[in-house]
Structure formats: C-alpha cells, structure tokens
C-alpha cells in the first residue's frame, strides 16, 4: 500500500500520472487542479488478494486466490472563495450521487487506466488551520477490483487496408522469430495479426465486426474460435464481449441499422465458446480479413503504473 | 452455464451459483440458481453443455431488498419422475421388449412436447419381456429395468445446430463399474457401516379377511437374497408385518414384499467423497471392500452439483447409503 502525500501525488500528477475523475454522466474532475477537485491524499495503489484455503496438519492448501471490492479512502482539498469551493463541493458530490443514484459507476483514471468506482462515503469540513481550505475526505467504493487500460485495435477488411495498418498494432515479420520485438508496420493483406495482452492475467475484450458479412462471422485468438452463424447486413455490427457483469442480452449481439440491438447468442456454432478470455501475454489473431473488426483488449491490473 | 428459454433456446452465458439435484425418483431432481444480472431477458432454464446438469424453471422469486432473483425448477430427470406408467388399455401390466433406446422411446414417445430425443442408435441392450411394477413413475421404470441389466439412463444436453433449439439426449448406456479405484489406499474418503439391526423375515398380507387373508413368507439369507425359504431361526429371526391388502395379485404382493424386505433388512453400507477430478455418472457401478473382506457394488443414485462462488462442487450418493 502506498499512502500519498500531497506532495507526492502532485509530483505524480506532473510526472507520471494524469488522474481525473469522470461521472457516469461523462463529467470529468481534474482531480490535480484546485479548479476542479485537488487530490490532497489517497492510496489507489492499494492491493490485496485473498486466499480460499484447506486446512492440512501443517499449513494450508491453496485453492485458489479471490479478490474483494476495493475501497480508496481519498481527501479532497478545496480553495478559493467560499463562493467557489461550495459550487465545486456541489458539482462533485451530485455527480457521484447521481452515479448511485443510476446504479452506473463513474471512472477513476490514471493515465489511460481506469477503476470503475462509486463515492459511498464523504464528509466535508473547513480545514484546521484557516479559513481558506475546505477538505472532503471520502471513501470509493470499486466493485471490480481491477484498473484497466483498454487497448484498441482496428482491423479493416484487407481491399480496403492496402495502404493502411491496423492501429497499435505491435507486428513482426513472419520470417522472425517474433517474441522479439520489432518495429514493423502490419503487412497488408495479412490475415495473422500479433498483438500484446499487456497483463500477469487473462483478459476480457469486446470484438465489433462490422456488416456486410457473408454467412457467418468468425476469428481465431490464440487458436481459439469465436464464430456465429449470422450474416450482417452493410451497416449492422455484431458484438461480442467477454466481460460477465455487462448484461446477458448485451454479450453478443447485432447493433441494427435503426438502432435497435438483436441478441444473437443463440447463433453461435455448436462449437464455439464465445467468450473465452485472451491469454495473458503475446496473441495472435486470425482471421479471413473480408470485414473490418475492432477488438478492444480490456488489460487488468491490480495498481495502476 | 447457459441460459435459455422456454423453447430451450439459448439466450446468453452466466456465471452464477447454483444447486442442483439430480438422481433417481426419491431424490428432489430440482435446482436452485440466483442471479443479479438476469433482469434483461426472461430465462426459461438453464444447462451446462455436455452435461446432464440442467433444467426447467418454474419458480421465480425477486425480493425488493435483494438484488438477486431466486430461480428454482425441476431438472430434466426430475421432469420424467413425475410420469405415471400405466398398463396399456386391456392389460394389467406393462410389458415391454425390443432394443434398450427403442423402449424408451416408446415409453417417452412424445409426452414432453418433444424436448427429449431418445437415440436413435441401438443401445447393445435387447430386453425381453420386461414387466414394469404397477403404477412407477417414468423415471424409476426405466431406471430400474436398465440397471437389472447393467444399464443406465443417460441424459446430456448440447447445442447442435445454430439458432435451434438445444438437444436432451436420453439413451441407455452400459454402466460402468468403477471397482478397485475407491478405497482409503488412494486417499478417497470412504466410510462403511455394518448395521444389524433389520428384519429378515417378512409376512405380507394381500387381499381377502382374517383366515382367508393371503399370506406369504418371504426371508432372506446372509447374502442378501430373497426366497421363500428360511435362513434365520431362533434369537436371530426377525420377523416384520407387512400390510398390503391393495396387492392386485400374488406377483404384486411378493413383488413389493421382497422390495420392502431389502429395505428394511439388516445390512451394509457404503459411502464415499469422490475426488474433485473425477466425474461419475447416474447409475454407475461403485465397488467397495470393507474391512471385514466383504465387497459392496451398488449404483450411483444421487448426484449433487454445486457452484458456490464460482467453486464446482459434486457429492455422490450410492444406493443403500
């Protein structure tokens, strides 16, 4: 656990850290300037893993390791004219009460990192040594104990990416032994793609292929297929997305032109486990490249770096 | 786990907890599943892909202060005990023969709007003349014929075909005898209990008034078999009435006398904690040595799957236990 001071916090915020804070509603908290909600003290690099044990004569067995929500206890300092700092006090505290009130976390970001938080508790007091300050110490409350950096990348459909390359993309020549890294642009037409899950853990990810597509739509990571016997019209896009706390109809599912979404589980081959995570490390994808597809990478970390 | 609906097709996977029973007719064949992310569809039931574990849902339950739905049903087993079998029109009994799968077919044909499939297959099993007890339900009547043969009653679901219905497969399959693997040597909980105290004589009383009452004696002897021949005298005989004045016949009468008999008899038990790796089926066959050189082989009769906070969790139950 690391417990910031002021001092280090800032000296994070100008070096190494961008934190901001933004509500479900999209409203964002520069949480390292006065002007918005000044960070004064919090521990985000706390971690802890819990143990499910079996007792033997001597020690335990492990079964597995579990992980609680998380809780951040954070102080917020505020100042300028009184005036100020209660409008800023307001905007905060409706903006994490809304997100309550919504069922619908807002986000703690460090650099691209975020942890998906509710402010359950907060109290507000002028601070001791003047009139000048105003503290609010709270507590976040992170059901998924997890920072996460996504990664995106777009694939478009190989007679239209002759002179493109997939973003973010870390690409070897096949001819190479390709672990090492290699600054090397995607070739196009190439229907193997390499990519990095930058986590100790697998990861979760969202794939959005986009219509028309004939018969079926169909990828391989890792040698793993994720196939469903669908055709997308031109302007469809189906989604796929391994996390399990989005809701049922919403794993895999059409976005039709109206608007309107198709849950499509029910067409996944007899064969294919849709939502099988991506192993830790480096990957690679496959597929026929007819369709443009974006594959956003959901890497998770305990702390945020 | 994967959830459907009631047309048994398939609308989504979950990760939840659930309990579920599955076994022969006097086991509850029901599960237990709650969810807190299930708001968005209308789930009909559930399976695990390749397994028997799965079910109907008819019982929902959501509580204002709860986020979670209680969702509970009968299993797929659980939906052929509550059959009757009854004797064909014209006749007292039920009788059937032919090849294993094509009498259960028979016996199922389309009485569950056709979720089942029996196989098609031919089973290895020709059974001739088999006699159905009076009034068993489905489950016990099929149960009970495939594992007088070394049989048992496979059920499995899968997905065959995209946006089709899920496949229940039934079929009847050679029951494997697991013997020789179950024992303290290989660290497998096991437990044996020798009880003594039963009867070994029973009086059954059909039809008819005071001496005009049938009466038959049925006894059994230290093998656990059943005749009319007495094997226990004196101190040691143990004698049990038993009231069956509804008997239909004097089959009937000895029929359920020796099936009341075994049950109340003198004997010994085993049981067992099965590895967490190993996965036995319904109806098979558990050999087990006691202490005293006596060896047990009885079928698997109940099977209780659980997923607690994302740990599996599988408890057997052998018959007799």
Known sequence: MI?????????????????RYVSSSNVSFDLLSFDAAKLQKANFHKVAWGTETVKKQFG????RFTKQPQTFSVTFKFKGDPAKRKEQIDKLIFQTEKDIADMNPGRLYWNDQYISVYLIEHSTYPEDSGMNYTITEGKFYAPFPFWIEEKTIIIKPSE?????YPENVKAFPEWRDWVYPYDYAYPYA????????????????????????????????????????????????MFIDTRDFIPISERCYVLNE???????????????????????????????????????????????? | MIIIDSELHELGEIETDVDVEIGSADSTNDFELTNATMQDIHPGGFYIPGTEIGGLIDYTKDRADQDYTVLRGYTWRGLLAMRTLMPPAGSNYLVVSGDANAIISTIIGNDFDGIFTVSSEVSGLTITSYQMPLYINMLDGI??????????LKISATKVESNEPIQILIEAVEATLIAGTFNEDNGIPMSFEINNMGYNHIICAGQGELQNRMIRHLYIDENGDVSTTQYYTGLEERQYFYDYASAQSEDDLIDNGRKKLLEIASHKTLSMQAPKDYTLQIGDLIRGSFPDGTVIVSPIVKKIFKIDDGIEKTEYKIKGE
């Not at chain 1, 002021?6 to 934190?19: K, P, R, T």
């Not at chain 1, 335990?60 to 079964?63: K, Q, S």
């Not at chain 1, 239209?160 to 493109?164: K, N, V």
Request: hydrophobic share 35%; glycine share 6%.
């Open chain 1, 160 to 164: 239209e990416s002759s002179s493109e």
């Open chain 1, 258 to 305: 109206n608007g309107t979404k198709t849950n499509v589980f029910d067409y996944r081959s007899p064969d294919s486990t849709l939502f099988e995570k991506i192993p830790a490390g480096n990957a690679q994808m496959n597929y026929s490249r007819a369709f443009r597809l974006d594959l956003t990478i959901f890497q998770e970390r305990s702390a945020p770096i």
């Open chain 1, 190 to 237: 190439r229907n193997i793609i390499y990519f990095d899950a930058d986590s100790a853990l697998p990861s979760d990810f969202r794939a959005a292929a986009y219509g028309p597509v004939l018969n079926y739509v169909n990828f391989f990571i890792d040698g793993h297929e994720y196939k469903v016997n669908y055709e997308l019209r031109d302007g469809q896009v």
């Open chain 1, 3 to 19: 417990e910031n001071s002021s001092a280090v916090c800032e000296i994070w915020g100008l070096i190494l850290a961008n934190l």
């Open chain 2, 143 to 152: 149960e009970g014929m495939l594992e007088k043969y070394g049989y048992r």
């Open chain 1, 60 to 63: 335990t067995t492990i079964n």
